[in-house]
């Protein structure tokens, strides 16, 4: 799959690194922005503030199914008009859209891997989007599970603060399975 990742930071970079091991061609964004025309997938991995200026700087959005990986920190808020930097996203790219790997730890990547069972990669989104978003889990080594449609794009926003709390209130970063009961 050819992927386009604007954003070369950590959760950016790291999957980008991920993606080119499991044959992916991956091209890689910064913030002199660039052309995505090619790609069948967008990772959009830059500060949550960030969003309007990184999706200004990009040709070639317009209808590609885009995962949003970024969150909200220190005060930052989305763009006026709308409940999610995800449902931002939509209403200016216009394809498939998905809250993506905005809850996992980007400093523990090169560890999953090595994971006894594949983690959860928690992702809110169009239906659309779906198959992309399992794809590229479990290229990653996730596991992808859903939160619901694109209206539990904010909420999964909330929980990304919920599990940089828990992580600094002594349990360091971590990763989380969600799984049914038969598959315990």
Known sequence: MNITVIGRGNIGGGLADLWERAGHHVTRLG???GDAGTAEAVLLAVPG???????????????????DATNLYGGARTPAGFTSNAEYVKAVTGGPTAKAFSTN???L????SDARVRPSN?????????????????DA?????R?????????QES??????????SGLGQFVYRMAAPEQL
Do not use: H
Request: hydrophobic share 55%; no cysteine; charged share 15%.
């Open 159 to 168: 929980l990304a603060g919920v599990l940089l709390s828990i992580a600094q």
């Open 105 to 107: 730890f980007a400093s």
């Open 31 to 33: 913030r002199d922005g």
């Open 141 to 145: 080594g996730y596991e992808a599970v």
């Open 49 to 67: 503030a960030a969003v309007e200026v990184a999706l200004s700087s990009v040709r070639g959005l317009d209808g590609k199914p885009v995962l």
């Open 122 to 138: 928690l992702w809110a989104g169009d239906d659309e989007a779906a198959g992309i978003v399992r794809q590229l889990s479990l």
């Open 109 to 112: 990547f090169g560890q999953i």
């Open 147 to 155: 939160l619901g449609d694109l209206s539990m794009a904010a909420t």
